[in-house]
């Protein structure tokens, strides 16, 4: 807070001088303007005509500073002479309202935030666009800048990542006119990390919400303790055929390709055709709640029947116990079984999958990760992936913590699902 205006008292700059004025007068729930001002000298009274309200203000000599040299600080303005729109809230000085709130680096304020925030504390009533760029205002003073410069920051923050995180991978591609077109990151915990896991990889996208917007992509697995392990990122312009196809290829790069690994994700056409131009020998499996909602609108059913029959199906072990609940499922829904059939029975159920898709039917673990990073994603793009590896390396520290104290070479989650059953299994007897 830059504390009230008093006689005397000295101020860095002009701009700085203007700030604790305006924010003054929204505190005080009064309205001021500037009546002279030139390069030596500044003078700023109260709206009202009749108000002896003042405040004189001289620059230093040889100095960038400004000094308060007369202060008259009595309104005779009458009581009713108030609005909650000051026209002191300009952006800037909302952003210097709010600054403040943004000492934590991952605290994020949406422009409604920006509005109830200020109408609660100077009792200022703020329009959306007020908001939004008083918002941008406070990025700029305490972040990394406008969107424009953290951009421009980008590459050289990438470039102390890699010095930080020896061993992570760092894919910066920018256009012929040297503008931003993609970036891949997988740090170094994940490439160690996912050959202790599962060989099935979930991925997603999902968008930016900055200025310049764009598509968040994300590959994520299971640890051994079923949590999630994040192994990628990559951000591009638009969820399309090029944008999916580089983030996999450099996915493919640095994680290999087996005959045993599976890549699940939606039905996006662009994910398809990315996944066989990047993993030929990889496995495409499907997300069986996305076809279950595909199957609900073309037949237009809420059958809750329909759905239970679809999930038992998809999740069933052998080949006969899958029959007996699909014959269920297309007598129910007549046409259902062209449609899932040509969808490709291996892609959506566990008992005609060529690989082991292992308890990962569903891209439940990508979308949990990004709804993690639902408010960062508000956030300019290196301040955005400042926080993505601060969440990372929150999340490995932890889990590394955990596995050290592990008194076996089995994780903490099967550890105690083997004592549940090895509980359950001393009350049977054994007949022959």
């Excluded at 305490?142 to 760092?170: A, C, D, I, K």
């Excluded at 399309?240 to 699940?264: C, H, M, Q, S, Y």
């Excluded at 809750?304 to 116990?321: G, R």
């Amino acid at each position: 807070m830059l504390g009230d205006i008093e006689e005397n008292r000295v101020f860095r700059s002009k701009k700085e001088l203007m700030t604790c004025l305006s924010i003054t007068s929204m505190r005080k729930k009064f309205q001021c303007k500037v009546f002279k001002s030139n390069t030596s000298f500044i003078v700023v009274r109260c709206v009202h005509p009749s108000c002896s309200w003042r405040v004189r203000a001289n620059k230093l000599i040889e100095s960038e500073y400004w000094m308060v040299t007369k202060h008259v600080n009595k309104h005779t303005c009458p009581t009713d002479f108030k609005t909650t729109r000051r026209r002191q809230a300009t952006s800037w000085v909302v952003g210097e309202c709010i600054k403040r709130r943004f000492i934590n680096p991952g605290r994020v304020f949406r422009p409604r935030d920006v509005m109830d925030d200020m109408k609660q504390r100077y009792g200022v009533e703020l329009s959306y666009s007020i908001a939004w760029r008083g918002r941008e205002c406070a990025y700029e003073n305490l972040r990394l800048g406008t969107p424009e410069q953290s951009y421009n920051l980008l590459p050289g923050y990438l470039h102390m990542l890699m010095q930080t995180n020896p061993g992570s991978v760092v894919n910066l591609e920018v256009t012929d006119g040297n503008k931003f077109q993609y970036m891949f990151i997988a740090f170094t915990a994940s490439i160690q990390g996912f050959s202790y896991c599962r060989p099935v990889i979930s991925i997603d996208a999902t968008h930016l919400k900055g200025k310049y917007r764009g598509v968040l992509f994300t590959a994520v697995c299971h640890d051994a303790n079923q949590q999630i392990f994040p192994l990628a990122i990559g951000v591009g312009d638009s969820e399309n055929d090029a944008a999916w196809t580089w983030f996999l290829k450099r996915v493919k790069d640095v994680f290999g390709e087996n005959p045993a690994l599976v890549i699940v994700s939606d039905r996006h056409r662009s994910i398809r055709s990315a996944v066989e131009e990047a993993f030929p020998r990889a496995f495409h499996g499907i997300c069986i709640y996305h076809l279950l909602n595909n199957l609900k609108t073309k037949f237009k059913s809420k059958n809750k029947e329909l759905e239970q029959h679809y999930i038992a199906a998809a999740k069933a072990y052998n080949l006969q116990e899958f029959h007996v609940l699909f014959y269920t499922l297309c007598s129910a829904v007549p046409g259902a079984k062209e449609y899932l059939e040509s969808v490709g029975l291996d892609r959506w159920t566990r008992s005609h999958a060529p690989c082991r898709r292992y308890n990962i039917m569903t891209t439940n673990i990508s979308e949990s990760f990004n709804a993690v990073l639902v408010k960062v994603r508000e956030l300019p793009i290196t301040a955005f992936v400042n926080e993505v590896q601060l969440l990372c390396q929150r999340w490995f520290q932890q889990r590394r913590t955990k596995a050290n104290g592990c008194s076996s070479r089995m994780s903490t989650d099967v550890e105690k699902k083997l004592e549940e059953r090895r509980d359950r299994a001393q009350t049977m007897d054994v007949r022959f």
